[in-house]
């Protein structure tokens, strides 16, 4: 990337809560994006709304759970935006239900484990041919943590991280110059969170945006949002299980 080439990420899940704020916050500091999501015309209200940022903005409403259809999306926003620097894999959804049914799960599953698997594995190729890259995924807090009421949204975060931390180390063993940022949310206000009763220490989408891109910036490996949460972090791998499992979670 040239010196004088505003950075070019692709935004997954831009539609709303978390991807939404990334997407005004970029275009506002400059940055080329590219949004995907699979509500088309929340996209084009965004693309509306920031067209008088400093940035570009590039759009493609796809469902993530359609591979096929995600490498073509992946493939156009490549070559609209000129090039690309890095991709924020921040798609998700989540479920706080005791009585959720397998089709609730199995969405969970598609969304949050082989879509970003797949996302992650696209952008990897990708930034091993070009010679550099970043790749940043949204995990979260959960991936510490196991729940009776959201089981497969805390194991599809554990995945989350976990395959990240292994692509950083297949990174270095193929010595490709590429970063790889894993951000740890706690609760921040979105969609997901909304109607969830046992939500605390909610941080505010804007506030808990503006934290994630210093972090990105910096090409940090790790960012908890907000710091607080990693001393829960701690905590979470040293309680227990028989402790945990008498909390309500």
């Given at each position: ?227 607080r949460w990693r001393l829960l972090a701690v905590l979470a791998d040293l309680i227990p299980y028989f402790i945990w499992n008498r909390l309500s979670f």
């Amino acid at each position: 990337m040239s010196s004088l080439q505003p950075p070019r990420y692709l935004i997954t899940g831009a539609s709303s809560g978390i991807g939404e704020e990334l997407a005004r916050q970029l275009a506002e500091k400059g940055y080329t994006v590219g949004l995907i999501a699979r509500r088309k015309e929340r996209l084009v209200a965004l693309k509306q709304e920031l067209k008088y940022k400093p940035g570009k903005v590039f759009i493609y409403a796809v469902d993530l759970s359609n591979e096929a259809e995600s490498t073509q999306a992946y493939t156009k926003l490549l070559s609209d935006m000129g090039g690309l620097d890095g991709i924020i894999l921040n798609a998700g959804v989540g479920r706080d239900d005791l009585k959720a049914p397998w089709e609730t799960d199995a969405q969970t599953i598609d969304i949050n484990v082989r879509a970003f698997a797949h996302g992650l594995h696209w952008a990897f190729a990708h930034f091993q041919e070009q010679g550099h890259g970043h790749i940043v995924g949204m995990s979260s807090i959960a991936s510490h943590l196991a729940s009776g009421h959201a089981p497969v949204y805390t194991a599809s975060k554990h995945f989350v991280s976990n395959y990240m931390t292994g692509f950083r180390m297949k990174a270095n063993a193929l010595e490709i110059k590429l970063d790889i940022t894993d951000i740890r949310p706690g609760y921040v206000v979105s969609e997901m969170t909304r109607d969830n009763p046992h939500t605390f220490w909610m941080a505010s989408t804007q506030r808990a945006v503006e934290m994630m891109i210093k972090g990105i910036e910096k090409k940090k490996k790790r960012i908890y949002i907000t710091k607080r949460w990693r001393l829960l972090a701690v905590l979470a791998d040293l309680i227990p299980y028989f402790i945990w499992n008498r909390l309500s979670f």
